[in-house]
C-alpha cells in the first residue's frame, strides 16, 4: 500500500524545546520534523502537534508549532485519547433541518462522502515512549500508521530502535522522509514535484 496525500494527516509529537537537546541525533531529526510539516503545506495534508506536559518540558520548538495547524496538550504519554482523536477524526455533525429537504449528499454518513484521512503519518520523541503509545492508540483504532524513522528518535539508540521493533510487529508501516515526499508527490508530472523535490534535496 501507497500513501496518499488526499487520505493523509501528519502527526508531529513532542518536539518540545527542554526534550530535544537530550535527544539522539535531535539536530537531524527536528531537520526532517520540519521538513514532513513543509511537505504537507505542499501537499494540503493537514498536520497537527502534540505537546507533553508543557508547563513543565516546555512547548514544541518554533518552527513546529508554526507548521502545525492545532497542538495538542496533553498529561499521558499516547495522545490518541488525551485529545488527538477528535482533532483526527472529528465527531459527524448531524444536519439540522428536515432531512427530506437536504441535498443528498448531505444526507449520505461523512464516510461515504470520501472525507475520511485515515492514513496516519507520524513522527516525534521519545520514539519509546509517547511516541510509541499514541501510534498504537491509533492503529487501535483502526487508522493505518506510518512511522516515519528518520524523524523520530530517543535519548538512547536502544530504545529509539526497540520501538520501531515493536511498531513494525504491532503493523505499523517505516518509512523515511523521502519515501513520504514522493509517495504524496507520486510522479514526476505532478505540478508540486519540483516544489517537493527542493524540499528533500
Not at 27 to 55: I, M, R, S, Y
Request: with cysteine; hydrophobic share 40%.
Amino acid at each position: 500500500m501507497l500513501l496518499e496525500a488526499d487520505q493523509s494527516q501528519l502527526v508531529l509529537v513532542d518536539y518540545q524545546e527542554k526534550l530535544m537537546p537530550a535527544i539522539h541525533e535531535h539536530g537531524q531529526v527536528l531537520d526532517n520534523a520540519v521538513t514532513l510539516g513543509k511537505l504537507a503545506q505542499v501537499f494540503q495534508v493537514p498536520c497537527w502537534g502534540t505537546e507533553q506536559n508543557p508547563e513543565k518540558l516546555g512547548v514544541n520548538a518554533d518552527v513546529i508549532r508554526a507548521l502545525c495547524q492545532q497542538t495538542v496538550a496533553k498529561m499521558c504519554f499516547g495522545a490518541g485519547y488525551d485529545g488527538l482523536l477528535e482533532v483526527l477524526r472529528p465527531p459527524v455533525r448531524q444536519p439540522s433541518g428536515n432531512a427530506r429537504s437536504l441535498p443528498k449528499h448531505l444526507q449520505r454518513p461523512r464516510e461515504e462522502q470520501g472525507e475520511t484521512r485515515d492514513q496516519i503519518v507520524i513522527a516525534g520523541c521519545e520514539a519509546h515512549v509517547c511516541l510509541l503509545q499514541t501510534a498504537l492508540e491509533l492503529l487501535q483504532e483502526d487508522f493505518v500508521v506510518w512511522v516515519v524513522t528518520d524523524a523520530c528518535s530517543s535519548r538512547t539508540e536502544r530504545n529509539r530502535d526497540a520501538a520501531f521493533d515493536r511498531l513494525a510487529s504491532a503493523g505499523a508501516e517505516l518509512v523515511t522522509t523521502e519515501m513520504v515526499a514522493f509517495e504524496w508527490c507520486r510522479s514526476a508530472e505532478n505540478p508540486r514535484f519540483r516544489e517537493m523535490l527542493e524540499l528533500i534535496k
